[in-house]
């Protein structure tokens, strides 16, 4: 997140979107969620628990894994498998449940690891529609792309 005021209107807009949904950002969650938005690039969940502890020193793996896992279940973070990692969702408290209904593609950076989202419909479109032809339901789909960033192209 670019900005200390960026993150707080992030922070508010999910305890909002939280509240909605009958759901509770407890001071823990939006921590994490704090530590989530705030990192340069995904990060995982043992980074998060090491910068957990600097103010929650008996913080253990289960409290962050418990925190992500309520995080992802509202859409407010993306799992990129890729990297087993977690990055904020440019979408979250824009109205979406908890299914990240949005279409969701990540372009990784091979070089820097600078992970970013997009929402392309149509590539949501083209991957429903191939897997219609194989006869295929769809319950989720996260598109993960591996390449070169703008900043690293340049250098």
Same mark, same amino acid.
């Given at each position: 997140?670019?900005? @200390?005021?960026?993150?707080?209107? @992030?922070?508010?807009?999910?305890?909002?979107?939280?509240?909605?949904r009958?759901? /509770?950002l *407890?001071? +823990? %969650?939006?921590?994490?969620l704090?530590?989530?938005l705030?990192?340069?690039a995904?990060v995982?969940?043992?980074?998060l628990l090491?910068?957990l502890k @600097?103010? %929650?020193p008996?913080?253990?793996p289960?409290t962050v894994?418990?925190?992500?896992? $309520?995080? +992802?279940?509202?859409?407010l973070?993306h799992k990129v498998e890729? +990297?087993? @990692?977690y990055?904020?969702?440019?979408d979250?408290?824009?109205? &979406?449940? &908890?299914? &990240?209904? &949005?279409p969701? /593609?990540f372009l990784?950076?091979r070089?820097?690891g600078a *992970?970013?989202?997009?929402?392309?419909?149509?590539?949501?479109h083209a991957i429903?529609a191939?897997?219609? %032809?194989?006869? $295929?339901?769809?319950?989720?789909?996260t598109?993960e792309?591996?390449? *070169?960033?703008a900043?690293?192209a340049?250098?």
């Amino acid at each position: 997140m670019s900005d @200390a005021a960026s993150r707080e209107r @992030a922070l508010q807009e999910a305890e909002k979107a939280c509240l909605r949904r009958g759901a /509770q950002l *407890t001071p +823990l %969650r939006r921590q994490v969620l704090a530590l989530v938005l705030d990192a340069e690039a995904p990060v995982g969940a043992y980074a998060l628990l090491d910068r957990l502890k @600097a103010s %929650r020193p008996g913080a253990a793996p289960p409290t962050v894994y418990r925190a992500l896992d $309520f995080l +992802l279940e509202h859409g407010l973070i993306h799992k990129v498998e890729r +990297l087993n @990692a977690y990055i904020g969702c440019a979408d979250a408290g824009h109205g &979406h449940g &908890h299914e &990240h209904d &949005h279409p969701h /593609q990540f372009l990784i950076c091979r070089r820097c690891g600078a *992970t970013a989202e997009i929402a392309d419909h149509a590539v949501a479109h083209a991957i429903e529609a191939a897997a219609r %032809r194989a006869g $295929f339901a769809i319950a989720e789909a996260t598109v993960e792309i591996e390449g *070169t960033c703008a900043r690293c192209a340049a250098a």
